[in-house]
């Protein structure tokens, strides 16, 4: 069972900054891609961004809704992917999970083999 453990959630006001981290095994990090994807109350869980695996280029995908506010990054010396959020709107508010995949481009929630507990991002107007 692979783990992994968000963290760097919090409350910021509309229009700042917030950067989640995602701590996971060697091995995860090396075999796995990687993906955050967000849950809303009330709402289905949705993608944010993913890191395609590693060996096939590592490029970094993301959703409309984030695109050109977020960006995902990795410090393999930490086994750490990054998730940086600006421009934070109220609507950005979700719980915000870390998940690892098979898939070469994981985008969709039943693509994840892996996912952690979550971390709560909440954007005040």
């Known amino acids: 069972q692979e783990q992994l453990e968000e963290s760097g959630g919090g409350l910021v006001q509309a229009g700042g900054s917030l950067r989640l981290s995602c701590a996971a095994s060697?091995?995860?990090?090396?075999?796995?891609?990687m993906a955050w994807f967000r849950q809303a109350p009330g709402k289905e869980r949705e993608f944010v961004a993913a890191l395609a695996l590693s060996w096939i280029g590592g490029d970094t995908y993301y959703a409309d809704s984030v695109k050109g506010r977020c960006t995902i990054s990795r410090d393999n010396a930490k086994n750490t992917v990054y998730l940086q959020m600006s421009s934070l709107k109220p609507e950005d508010t979700a719980v915000y999970y870390c998940?690892?995949?098979?898939?070469?481009?994981?985008?969709?929630?039943?693509?994840?083999?892996?996912w952690g507990k979550g971390t709560l991002v909440t954007v005040s107007s």
């Open positions: 060697r091995r995860t990090f090396n075999n796995y891609a």
């Open positions: 998940a690892a995949s098979r898939v070469a481009v994981p985008t969709r929630p039943n693509a994840m083999d892996y």
